[in-house]
């Protein structure tokens, strides 16, 4: 750990090293100029890495935790049966590109594994601030420096003409409950989105839902999204209610609701 580094952020460095380890592999595998021994070599530490990333889903508390912690070893296991295999039969021509396969189909389910831990933690500690709900919205929809390479840019409307009141949130929460609702959305086969900020007497609103047909509701914006895995749905409960929030999903429309701080 560094100086004045922190054991959360030290763990996830962690994490995100083994992660990027395993997206390193998947591009030197497509790469035909990386040959058979130099891939080999790198076997043994990519083992680690998978060690690396189920110890970062242990310790589950809650019972969504403890479904995104089976689902990530799952997929682990078969990583690593890969690896061990390659490494026991060499990386000729069929066995790399056996392996190419399983990362790639691998790799986007670890990534969103990993961004919904991600999300519980900062939720159950998150960091707060005073915002508008206009500025928190687009804040959230904007946030795409720490996506990983599979996440989707997808193009939404952006309604924030009633969203003047203050509210208390981490933006990086609701950033990833907001993608996870436009992601579930479009599962239900909508493809024009709009993001709808509400103030309301007691409370305020966040409404993925189809835009009207004649286009003409809010701004485009592209915001980054991961693919949607099993555990999706009760990670993004478990983190709106620990914010304080609720999340009411429907058929075609997802809304997420927390108290008001006060008018601005």
Request: proline share 5%.
């Amino acid at each position: 750990m560094k100086k004045n580094e922190s054991p959360r952020a030290s763990a996830w460095g962690r994490t995100r090293d083994a992660l990027a380890a395993v997206h390193n592999l998947e591009t030197l595998l497509r790469s035909p100029r990386v040959g058979a021994s130099t891939l080999a070599a790198l076997l043994p530490e990519l083992v680690g890495s998978c060690v690396v990333l189920r110890a970062a889903f242990d310790g589950a508390e809650s019972l969504a935790r403890t479904e995104l912690a089976a689902y990530a070893n799952e997929r682990l296991l078969v990583l690593e049966h890969a690896l061990n295999e390659a490494g026991a039969g060499g990386l000729e021509t069929r066995a790399r590109l056996a392996l190419e396969q399983v990362v790639s189909s691998v790799l986007s389910e670890l990534d969103a594994a990993v961004d919904l831990l991600d999300l519980s933690e900062r939720a159950h500690g998150a960091s707060v601030g005073e915002l508008s709900l206009a500025e928190l919205t687009r804040a959230a929809l904007g946030m795409v420096g720490s996506s990983p390479p599979s996440a989707e840019g997808v193009l939404v409307r952006v309604d924030t003409e009633d969203a003047a009141c203050v509210v208390l949130a981490d933006p990086h929460v609701v950033a990833r409950v907001l993608g996870g609702a436009i992601v579930r959305v479009r599962a239900a086969g909508v493809r024009d989105i709009v993001v709808r900020a509400r103030c309301e007497a007691r409370a305020v609103t966040l409404t993925v839902a189809p835009a009207p047909a004649d286009g003409a509701t809010g701004s485009p914006v592209t915001t980054r999204v991961m693919r949607r895995i099993p555990p999706t749905d009760a990670i993004l409960e478990d983190a709106v209610t620990a914010i304080g929030g609720r999340l009411a999903a429907g058929e075609r429309s997802v809304v997420l609701s927390f108290p008001v701080v006060r008018e601005k």
